[in-house]
């Protein structure tokens, strides 16, 4: 069980927007401790697609963005492309297990 | 621009001591800017952060492999290296090699491709 919580699938038709929740508690997130997002295409070694200020590496598109509140966090993708078909992990640390955490990772679908 | 490569076994035997390197070209590790970090991610599961090093030698495990993980570095050849001794099967998963800023809660910002590693009888 991850320490921060990612549904495990999410899916949505091409030009749609969907949302990937990361629900934490009061020793990371909750802490105020910054969430990053990572894209996992298949076969791939994870990218950072967004940082905890929403800044993204070139040659990530603007149709990515996240926000966190409380202790949780969400990335929002719009326009939905057939290539955002992978997995994707929020990332963040927590203080009462003393490392950086990852949630469980959520495979999005585009229909 | 920065690129990590893992390098090390395919296989090994339980108990046997896995160890990785990874070289890091277009940056420094012997600069004060970056960790430098082991993650790994079991087959069809999520992402596990190891460890880091920083560039004067000290290094961070998770402390669930504390006692078997080692960090260490080569700054001659702008590597760093991961130990973990006593495998099982349980440490059968892709290593990746990343990097991050050196700040609180930093983010990987470059990853190596990765490197899968066997352990089995």
């Known amino acids: 069980q991850s320490v921060l919580a990612q549904p495990p699938s999410v899916s949505g038709a091409p030009g749609q927007k969907i949302t990937i929740s990361c629900t934490g508690s009061s020793s990371n997130i909750g802490a105020g401790y910054d969430v990053h997002w990572y894209q996992q295409l298949p076969g791939a070694a994870p990218k950072l697609l967004i940082d905890?200020?929403?800044n993204r590496p070139a040659g990530v598109p603007d149709r990515f963005s996240g926000r966190s509140s409380g202790a949780s966090a969400s990335l929002a993708i719009t326009g939905l492309q057939a290539e955002d078909e992978a997995d994707y992990y929020c990332?963040?640390?927590?203080?009462?297990?003393?490392?950086?955490?990852f949630g469980g990772g959520t495979r999005l679908t585009v229909l | 621009q920065v690129q990590l490569q893992e390098a090390g076994p395919g296989l090994l035997r339980p108990s046997q001591t896995l160890s990785l390197t990874c070289t890091v070209s277009g940056d420094s590790i012997s600069s004060s800017g970056h960790y430098w970090n082991w993650i790994r991610q079991r087959p069809g599961k999520g992402l596990e952060w190891m460890g880091y090093?920083?560039?004067?030698?000290?290094?961070y495990y998770n402390p669930s492999l504390k006692n078997r993980l080692l960090i260490s570095l080569d700054n001659s050849r702008n590597q760093f290296s991961l130990n973990l001794t006593y495998v099982t099967a349980a440490d059968t998963a892709v290593y990746f090699c990343?990097?991050?800023?050196?700040?609180?809660?930093?983010?990987?910002?470059?990853w190596g491709q990765g490197t899968l590693v066997v352990v089995s009888s």
């Open positions: 905890a200020f929403n």
């Open positions: 990332q963040s640390y927590d203080s009462r297990l003393s490392v950086m955490v």
């Open positions: 990343a990097r991050s800023p050196n700040r609180q809660t930093p983010e990987f910002d470059s």
């Open positions: 090093i920083f560039y004067i030698g000290n290094a």
